[in-house]
C-alpha cells in the first residue's frame, strides 16, 4: 500500500484546568507555564524532522502548542475548527466527581456508551468522531506523500487511535494520552491507516531519553 500521508499527533500542553482535573471541552484556556515548557521540548524533538505542514484545532490550547512547535520550522499553522475537543456542554469547568453527584443518571450513562450518550448543552462522541475522521482525511489529501503535525485534544486523539485499531469507542477512555506526548499514524491510499507510536513522552525527559 503506498502511503498518502503521515500524521504527528499531538496533544496541547498543560492548562490549569488539566492540572485541576477539570474538563475544559471547547473552553478556551490557555497553557500554563509547565505547558509552555513541555511544547518546547518537542518542538527539540522535532527539530530535525521533515515536516511539511502544522495544523491545529483553533482553541486557544492546541494553537499555542502548534505554534511552538512550528516556529523552528518556519511554517504557519491552519486552523481546523474540527479538531477541537468534545463539546462538554454543562459539565465543562466541573472535575469527574462534581459532574457525578450532579448530573448522575447522565453521567453514569455517559462514561458506559459515550459513542451515543448526549452529553446536556455538549455532543456526543459519535459526532467527535465524525468530524475528526473527516478533518483527518482531509489533511491527508491535501498533503499527499508528505507530513504533517496535528495538534490537537485528548478525546479526539484517542477517538482517532481508536478507529485506526477498529476498537469499540465506548471504551475509548481506556487509552491514557498524556499532554504533549506524541502519536504517528500512517494513511495509504486505500484509506486504511496503522499506528505507528502512541503517547510518547520521552521528549520531557530529556532528548538522551529518546534516542
Not at 11 to 33: C, K, M, V, Y
Not at 55 to 81: C, F, M, W
Not at 130 to 150: F, G, P, T, W, Y
Not at 172 to 189: A, C, G, P, Y
Request: charged residues 25%; glycine residues 6%; hydrophobic residues 35%.
Amino acid at each position: 500500500m503506498p502511503l498518502r500521508a503521515r500524521i504527528y499527533l499531538v496533544r496541547h500542553g498543560e492548562t490549569s484546568w488539566n492540572a485541576g482535573g477539570r474538563f475544559q471541552g471547547h473552553s478556551d484556556i490557555p497553557l500554563t507555564d509547565k505547558g509552555k515548557e513541555q511544547a518546547q521540548y518537542l518542538a527539540e524533538r522535532l527539530r530535525k524532522e521533515k515536516i511539511d505542514a502544522f495544523y491545529s484545532s483553533d482553541l486557544l490550547r492546541a494553537r499555542e502548542t502548534a505554534e511552538i512547535l512550528a516556529k523552528p520550522h518556519g511554517l504557519p499553522v491552519q486552523n481546523v475548527k474540527e479538531l477541537r475537543e468534545i463539546n462538554f456542554g454543562q459539565w465543562e469547568g466541573l472535575t469527574s466527581r462534581e459532574i457525578s453527584e450532579n448530573f448522575s443518571e447522565i453521567s453514569s450513562e455517559w462514561w458506559s456508551k459515550p459513542l451515543t450518550t448526549q452529553i446536556p448543552s455538549g455532543e456526543r462522541l459519535l459526532d467527535v468522531v465524525h468530524r475528526c475522521q473527516e478533518a483527518i482525511l482531509r489533511i491527508a489529501e491535501e498533503q499527499v506523500d508528505k507530513s504533517s503535525v496535528v495538534v490537537a485534544h485528548g478525546g479526539v486523539i484517542r477517538a482517532l487511535v481508536g478507529t485506526v485499531l477498529g476498537m469499540d469507542l465506548n471504551y475509548f477512555w481506556k487509552l491514557r494520552l498524556d499532554n504533549v506526548s506524541l502519536t504517528v499514524i500512517e494513511i495509504f491510499e486505500s484509506d486504511k491507516a496503522i499506528l505507528e507510536l502512541y503517547n510518547d513522552t520521552c521528549h520531557l525527559d530529556g532528548q538522551k531519553a529518546c534516542d
